[in-house]
């Protein structure tokens, strides 16, 4: 189905497809990451370390796609194309298929040397193309949703921080279980000052997000709906920044410190699925409900 605008029709509110965009979000910001690291030649030197973190961002990466692909209606569309629809792939859509090329190059590459300049010039390309995928797809399916409520959706930047911190986060997991960084104070403080430097940004943006789309013109419902979503607000921010920022800190001391770093991955996970659920419902139902009910008046 499309809209009136010939843009498919938005799957219904809920927070799977939200989970899918998290996830996707996690994977790109693996891949801009790892891609950094390798470009700079500063990954892990052991032969084929960064295989791990790229099957793990590719299986994040491709879950919405493989639900598309089923056409379910969980997430019917992928960055905008109906696959099997007979419609072409959208430029969203098909940045993203590019961008499992450098992913593919780099699998191959980190198998070698990856101090080797091959490896490095498809690391950097495979990060250019995640970055971009993250700044043009800020204007998805959901993004369009809003602005049909009259929302401004969250700027590039924001999404960017979301993936780097998610991807970081989840990169770290790789790291810690592929080597015992424990008692390694070395390589332990980088990650927790990098991490921890990413969620008091996106903390930052995420807030101001939400404070910029209220002062907004609105109807007084839509503002009055959003305050009263506070707790589950603050629960949302709490798993997205609080919880992993403590495991961070507790991981290198503690003898369970590989599973605290997974507790703190799937927490922002369910954290920012969360949050981004209770934006669309705060800024997309009540707007729905005022343009029906001047219709409904009559």
Not at 3 to 22: C, F, I, N, Y
Not at 144 to 160: D, E, H, K, N, W
Request: charged share 10%; proline share 7%; net charge positive.
């Amino acid at each position: 189905m499309q809209s009136m605008s010939g843009d498919p029709d938005t799957p219904p509110v809920g927070p799977a497809p939200m989970l899918l965009e998290v996830l996707a979000l996690c994977g790109y910001g693996l891949w801009l990451l790892l891609g950094l690291a390798l470009g700079l030649g500063i990954y892990s030197g052991g032969r084929g370390d960064a295989l791990v973190p790229l099957t793990l961002g590719c299986a994040f990466v491709s879950a919405g796609l493989l639900t598309a692909c089923l056409r379910w209606r969980l997430m019917p569309e992928w960055h905008g194309w109906l696959i099997g629809s007979g419609h072409r792939p959208t430029p969203e859509a098909l940045l993203a298929l590019a961008t499992y090329l450098p992913m593919l190059g780099v699998a191959g590459l980190v198998r070698g040397n990856d101090a080797f300049w091959a490896t490095r010039l498809t690391g950097i390309v495979l990060m250019l193309c995640s970055l971009s995928c993250l700044i043009i797809s800020a204007n998805g399916y959901r993004a369009r949703r809003l602005a049909q409520a009259g929302v401004t959706m969250q700027i590039p930047l924001s999404r960017v921080l979301s993936a780097c911190y998610g991807g970081g986060l989840w990169l770290w997991v790789c790291a810690i279980f592929q080597a015992d960084l424990l008692g390694a104070d070395a390589a332990r403080w980088p990650w927790v000052v990098g991490l921890l430097l990413l969620a008091l940004l996106l903390g930052l943006a995420d807030g101001l997000g939400w404070q910029q789309s209220l002062r907004y013109p609105s109807p007084g419902e839509r503002r009055r709906h959003a305050q009263d979503l506070q707790p589950q607000r603050f629960l949302a921010a709490a798993l997205i920044c609080a919880v992993p920022c403590i495991n961070l800190l507790l991981a290198p001391i503690t003898p369970w410190g590989r599973w605290l770093a997974l507790c703190a991955a799937l927490a922002y996970v369910a954290g920012k699925t969360m949050e981004l659920h209770l934006y669309d419902v705060a800024f997309t139902r009540p707007a729905e409900s005022d343009a029906v009910w001047p219709q409904n008046r009559s």
